[in-house]
């Protein structure tokens, strides 16, 4: 489904800078100054309109979320959904980012969790290296995680969940968890996107994963 584009939308993110950070480079290193706190900082890479971040910000005031989004409409969209709550959270901020960016954002350490919530599959093997569990991605996100930090990861998309064992499991990394039917799993406290929602109810399987790095 072709998404609309909506006019002006950059000009609506820039005008509420509460909400949303366009030029998240500034806070490189200064992330928990930002936030007023030392809590961890958990990035949804990709975050779509919002709904998974908004519930986790919600359900968990002791952790700090970032939801990054590279497509200036789709922000949009969840800067409107995050409007509607009653107040802004304190723990939960949106960032204008493309992912190839992260190292210039966020300091080694930085962040303790990555989220990877229906990501691109991109199907196509010319399109390989874009996809956010390709090797050079899985390199940005080592060098902006804790030693111990994680990566979750969620898709109905089969292949593109082999492609990411595959991947993650050559870059050395190890798996915590792995589900290939999570909705018919005994996994607890999982927070559904608006797109695992549609396709839940189809009877569409949901595929997880948690992944860390090995300690050098």
């Keep these: 489904m072709r998404l609309r584009k909506i006019p002006n939308a950059l000009e609506i993110l820039q005008e509420h800078p509460d909400y949303v950070i366009i ?4 806070y490189k290193g200064k992330w928990h100054s930002f936030f007023g706190n030392m809590n961890p900082i958990h990035l949804e890479v990709g975050m779509g309109k919002g709904q ?9 005031p ?21 409007k509607r ?4 959270l304190p723990n939960l901020i ?4 493309n992912a190839q960016e992260l190292e210039n954002v966020f300091e080694k350490g930085e962040v303790s969790q990555i989220y990877l ?23 940005i996100f080592k060098n902006i995680l804790k030693d111990d930090g994680e990566i979750h990861l969620k898709t109905d998309n ?13 870059f050395g990394m190890v798996f915590n968890f792995v589900s290939l039917d999570l909705h018919k799993s005994d996994f607890q406290g999982n927070v559904m996107t608006e797109y695992e929602e549609r396709f839940s ?16």
Aim: charged fraction near 30%.
């Design 52 to 60: 998974f971040i908004i519930t986790m910000a919600k359900n968990h």
């Design 158 to 170: 089969e292949k593109f969940f082999e492609y990411s064992l595959v991947s993650m499991s050559q």
């Design 201 to 216: 109810q189809t009877g569409q399987r949901i595929f997880r994963l948690e992944a860390k790095f090995k300690k050098v």
């Design 62 to 82: 002791d952790i700090n979320f970032i939801g990054i989004e590279v497509v200036e409409s789709i922000m949009v969209k969840a800067l409107r959904k995050y």
């Design 23 to 26: 030029t998240p480079q500034n």
């Design 117 to 139: 919530n229906f990501s691109d599959p991109w199907p196509k093997k010319r399109h390989e290296k874009r996809r956010l569990t390709y090797s050079s991605f899985l390199q």
């Design 94 to 97: 949106f960032v204008l980012l």
């Design 85 to 88: 709550e009653e107040e802004k």
